[in-house]
């Protein structure tokens, strides 16, 4: 398998635009608020950065890599966007509500579970594609199944 994928990856750009319909990161009301549930902080710190931080370095290395995009940092984008998009609580959903602020529709409540849905969604396809699940070839862990009794044990 190459170690990179095309930059015109339907997955990979259909990400990247779900990605940037998030607000921007400098918009901190909106991130310390998404960062929430995530953070259980003593000192009552704001960790928003790190989710922003986290994101934004792996679409600036696609983005820097040009036509063809290293598989690794796609893998490390779909691992973040799965990390905190997939499973959102409540509170997350109502913020991600706001997603599509110029769709027009008679109730916004159900955007935000259609975003998370649709970006775990793309992540996890693009995360089986371009990361190394278990180490080794994706053909070498294959040809072990052929070989593998008919029960596991």
Same mark, same amino acid.
């Given at each position: ?57 792996? !679409? ?5 890599? @040009?036509?063809? &995009? =290293?598989? *690794?940092?796609? +893998?490390?984008? %779909? ?48 995360? !089986? ?5 278990? @180490?080794?070839? &994706? =053909?070498? *862990?294959?040809? +072990?199944?052929? %070989? ?6």
């Amino acid at each position: 398998m190459s170690d990179v994928i095309d930059r015109t990856d339907p997955d990979l750009i259909h990400l990247l635009r779900l990605l940037a319909l998030l607000p921007l990161p400098d918009n901190s009301d909106y991130w310390s608020g998404y960062w929430t549930p995530y953070t259980a902080m003593e000192d009552g710190s704001d960790q928003s950065g790190y989710l922003c931080g986290r994101l934004g370095v792996h !679409v600036k290395q696609i983005m820097d890599d @040009g036509d063809k &995009v =290293e598989r *690794r940092h796609v +893998a490390q984008l %779909a691992s973040y966007t799965l990390m905190f998009f997939a499973a959102p609580t409540t509170g997350q959903l109502e913020l991600l509500d706001r997603v599509a602020p110029d769709l027009q529709v008679d109730d916004s409540a159900g955007i935000g579970r259609r975003w998370s849905q649709d970006a775990a969604a793309t992540a996890w396809r693009l995360w !089986v594609d371009c990361a190394d699940p278990g @180490g080794g070839e &994706v =053909e070498e *862990r294959l040809a +072990a199944w052929t %070989a593998a009794p008919r029960r596991c044990r």
